[in-house]
């Protein structure tokens, strides 16, 4: 048999991060911009290099995911070269 416990729950408190990342789309100023480029953290400003402001919206270049995207296109041909 289980006990259903009758103790009021203490929630968590909150902790709002100091600074919030940088968004493709995100409207700001200049200010608002170097502000909060310059709060984040080195490693995430390295794997973010490409990040510009134009016309008061942030733009940002696609994630580098490392890999050759076609990789499994040339895994399917090869499979097929035999039957060919």
Known sequence: MSKISTKPSIPATFTPPL???LEDGEQMLVDEF??????LPVEWQKAHKRIELIEGVVRMSPPNSGGFHAEPHFNFFGFLTPYA
């Open 19 to 21: 600074v919030v990342p």
């Open 34 to 39: 170097i502000r909060r480029w310059e709060a």
